[in-house]
């Protein structure tokens, strides 16, 4: 290729990483819409938008310590037509760490906290 070792091996690793990277980013989006629908489901509220949105992505260490990335994915959803509040799923690697869904709202649109 360019007659250099290093520079050889830049070239072919960083597209692979970078389509690994990619790999694994869509099917841990895939799964933090299945918990963020799941969850929705339980509290029967209306998950908005069919999607998810990566809010904060670092490396982290999973419960075993293995070295992994952490996900945060926010997600929109309604139990009063009139308002949209957010959530957020959080995964190590492709294992659901927690989803945070903080509130409801009551008939009159007022806040009804879980914590």
Known sequence: MTGHAFLDLIIVALPAAVVGLWWTGSRARE???AHAKRVCKQYQVQFLDQTVALSRIRTAHDNTGKPCLKRVYRFEFSNHENYRDSG????YGHQLHHVDFPYLRDE???RTFFH
């Open 31 to 33: 799964l933090a819409i």
């Open 108 to 110: 009159q649109g007022n």
């Open 88 to 91: 957020t799923v959080t995964l």
